[in-house]
């Protein structure tokens, strides 16, 4: 049984800075990016303001993940990240996950946790289902990322108010041809 995967807030918080850094109506200031942490049940409470940038340059570097041409374009980039990381893979224990691995030595900064975390936990998802499962929304002028952790996978879009609109549009198209 796997304890994490593609499910796990390592992606879901991946895809939150991406879109938080990277997208158009993102917010990156360092109160967003310490309510991002606390969403996605990091330790939020280390978040230093000084935090912030080194938060912002993982969010604009993992952007080039989610909008990897291909396959082996995102294996790349991922394992010449792994090899910049400093990961020393360990058993943990605190609420509220239970026994889980991290990826970074245990005296490591929360900025270095958490991009050893994201960077793990987006490599299990492309072992498990390639890029398939991540991108750029497909709704007209949005510039999000999603990572599909539906179990269907066809997932397209960042959000469900991206799908209905991109629906409504093309129904709307439809009814006048």
Same mark, same amino acid.
């Given at each position: 049984?796997?304890?994490?995967?593609?499910?796990?807030?390592?992606?879901?918080?991946?895809?939150?800075?991406?879109?938080?850094?990277?997208?158009?109506?993102?917010?990156?200031?360092?109160?967003?990016?310490?309510?991002?942490? !606390? $969403?996605? $049940?990091?330790?939020?409470?280390?978040?230093?303001?000084?935090?912030?940038?080194?938060?912002?340059?993982?969010?604009?570097?993992?952007?080039?993940?989610?909008?990897?041409?291909?396959?082996? $374009?995102?294996?790349?980039?991922?394992?010449?990240?792994?090899? $910049?990381?400093?990961?020393? *893979?360990?058993?943990?224990?605190?609420?509220?996950?239970?026994?889980?691995?991290?990826?970074? *030595?245990?005296?490591?900064?929360? *900025?270095?946790?958490?991009?050893?975390?994201?960077?793990?936990?987006?490599?299990?998802?492309?072992?498990?289902?390639?890029?398939?499962?991540?991108?750029?929304?497909?709704?007209?002028?949005?510039?999000?990322?999603?990572?599909?952790?539906? !179990?269907?996978?066809?997932?397209?879009?960042?959000?469900?108010?991206?799908?209905?609109?991109?629906?409504?549009?093309?129904?709307?198209?439809?009814?006048?041809?």
């Amino acid at each position: 049984m796997r304890i994490t995967g593609y499910k796990s807030h390592g992606v879901a918080a991946a895809v939150a800075l991406v879109n938080a850094v990277t997208s158009t109506d993102g917010d990156d200031s360092a109160d967003a990016l310490r309510e991002l942490l !606390r $969403e996605n $049940e990091f330790f939020w409470q280390q978040f230093e303001p000084g935090d912030a940038e080194e938060f912002r340059r993982w969010g604009r570097t993992l952007r080039r993940f989610f909008d990897a041409a291909d396959l082996d $374009e995102a294996m790349r980039l991922l394992n010449g990240l792994m090899l $910049e990381l400093p990961l020393h *893979p360990h058993l943990a224990e605190h609420d509220p996950h239970g026994i889980h691995m991290h990826y970074a *030595p245990p005296s490591s900064r929360l *900025p270095v946790r958490f991009r050893a975390t994201t960077l793990m936990h987006l490599a299990e998802l492309v072992v498990e289902h390639g890029i398939d499962r991540t991108g750029v929304c497909d709704a007209e002028g949005c510039d999000r990322v999603y990572a599909d952790t539906s !179990r269907a996978g066809r997932r397209r879009f960042c959000s469900e108010a991206c799908a209905n609109r991109t629906n409504v549009a093309a129904f709307r198209a439809r009814k006048r041809g």
